[in-house]
């Protein structure tokens, strides 16, 4: 069954026989409130073929609409169209065969019409907890739940990170997911939808977004969690040694190809390429942070080492190789220094080139990264 739940199939047994249920109830209901109103002479017993056909009009409208399709997934104003439509459909039907049989004159239409109605608000009622139930008795302990959203160069060391800080990750929307089922266990979201409907449902508290661009938050993914009032949380790295795609020809005459793509391997789309050429050794360019402008550096020829610094403390990586690439983030303040002349550094950047994104001045970065931790921790 937690399969089934997971994979987003389900036996709709249960929900037909809680519609079932929903029908008679209606029309008990509807009888009594009609009774309880008007004086006309009309009893429990008169009405009963009224709910046999009800009954049968439901199991037909279900099977030939399949209106109960992927019900657990549905979120609730999908829920509502679906469950007005079957009601709707079914009155339609009801109506055809009562006409078509001639038989209509025999029942009251006040009744019926009411029935539907009650039927409306008691499926969708029932409907709603009995999901409710579901979720709840095979996710138990989910405080610490989320949905993790990432590209699938990022997934497994995201899942990891999230992992060792207790977090328990439900399921994986990946910005370019390429039909993956799961990944180390735990399921994909197929679609956006899929994703939120994992929120929907109560599986996930909390939704994780590692290595990406705020920007790159999907509109539909943001507009849900803000109605569901689930939290965002963009796990935060400064900076990250990528392994640059390459293929190399047994003929060694063929060289080298290296690829980058971006939203693939790298967590933005590209804007911006540039490259710094023609260079002397020891040469020292940067000194500056971006705001805004996430990069990936590489030196296709050469030697670079890259000096960065958090406002906290210092790093060095050195870029040798035309597959080693450095991912870094805003908020970092970086050196290069030229370790070999004509080394050649290559740049590709999430924004277009905007002096004002900019952070020149090293006192004015300390004081950016210190106000933008205290945004980040209100
Ligand atoms: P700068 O960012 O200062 O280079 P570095 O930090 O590596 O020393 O850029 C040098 C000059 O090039 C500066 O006048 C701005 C200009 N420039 C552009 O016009 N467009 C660009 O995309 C970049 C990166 C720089």
Redesign the pocket.
Known sequence: MKNELRHGRLKFISFLIIDLLCVVLANVLAVRLYLGISSVKYSMEEHLPVIYLMLCVDIIVTAAFNTLREVLRRRKRIEILETFKHVVISFVLLAMVLFTTKSGADYSRVIVFLAYALEFFLMLGCRYIWKKILMRAYWKNNSDSALLMTTDSFATEALSDLRKTGVEVKSIFLLDSKGQKSIEDVPVSGSIEDAIAVLGWDLAKKVYIYGLDHQMIPDALAAACKEMKVKIDLVDFKYKIIDVKTVKNDDSRYGSLSFIEGKRDIPFPIR?V?W?TETEADLH????AHKLNCQLLFCPHGKIDIILDDGEKKETVTLDEPGKGLLLMPGLWRE?IWQESGSVLCVLASEY?DPDEYIRNYDGFIAYNNEDGRKKDN
């Open positions: 911006r540039y710094i360019r940067g000194h500056h290069m080139y």
